[in-house]
Antibody
């Protein structure tokens, strides 16, 4: 069974940094592009970033470009999201997601909560 | 950026009834459209991709149709477990974008 487990969320001050991790199991991790999708409290879904299976291609939403960096370690079956210059509007549940057909989102983790507040 | 809109915002349906949800794209996304279901406190779940292909394990009462800019998700006979929020998402262009969601609740 494909499983994704996010970690690294928490409370951080505005301007601070945080690194999210996502441990994958039950599938050949390097065969899948991966993404991060977030959901602010009481709001809808927002795509954040995606990375190709080999880690060569990376894509970002304009709202995070230049502040967030997506990466992966295929030897550790782990996806990362490095977040810098955090803002209150980055407060959300962050989901780690496999990329399915095209760039749809196949398997979702349970999410990790990031709160940006002083 | 392709803007996705969904209607209605809320749909009140009785169990056993048919539900029809709409999704519109601001420009053509071909058939590169997915639907997701999200229940309270849970992660979303992929229902449909390619506008009309059911994901693994999705019951046959869920069906998707459309192409270009107009799409529909139909739930043929609502079950109690189907009351949730449904999102559409286009993956034809970067950035990937979601609609605001349709909440299906019990009438």
């Amino acid at each position: 069974e494909m499983q994704l487990l996010e970690s690294g969320g928490g409370l951080v001050q505005p301007g601070g940094s945080l690194r999210l991790s996502c441990a994958a199991s039950g599938f050949i991790f390097s065969n899948y592009a991966m993404s991060w999708v977030r959901q602010a409290p009481g709001k809808g879904l927002e795509w954040v970033s995606s990375i190709s299976g080999a880690g060569i291609g990376t894509y970002y939403a304009d709202s995070v470009k230049g502040r967030f960096t997506i990466s992966r370690d295929n030897s550790k079956n782990t996806l990362y999201l490095e977040k810098n210059s955090l803002r209150a509007e980055d407060t959300a549940v962050y989901y780690c997601v496999t990329v399915g057909s095209g760039w749809s989102f196949g398997v979702w983790g349970k999410g990790t909560t990031v709160t940006v507040s002083s | 950026e392709i803007v996705m809109t969904q209607s209605p915002a809320t749909l009140s349906v009785s169990p056993g009834e048919r539900a029809t949800l709409s999704c519109r794209a601001s420009q053509s996304v071909s058939s590169n459209l997915a639907w997701y279901q999200q229940k309270p406190g849970q992660a979303p779940r992929l229902l449909i991709y390619g506008a009309s292909t059911r994901a693994t394990g999705v019951p046959a009462r869920f069906s998707g149709s459309g192409s270009g800019t107009e799409f529909t998700l139909t739930i043929s006979s609502l079950q109690s477990e189907d009351f949730a929020v449904y999102y559409c998402q286009q993956y034809n262009n970067w950035p990937l974008t979601f609609g605001p969601g349709t909440k299906v609740d019990i009438k």
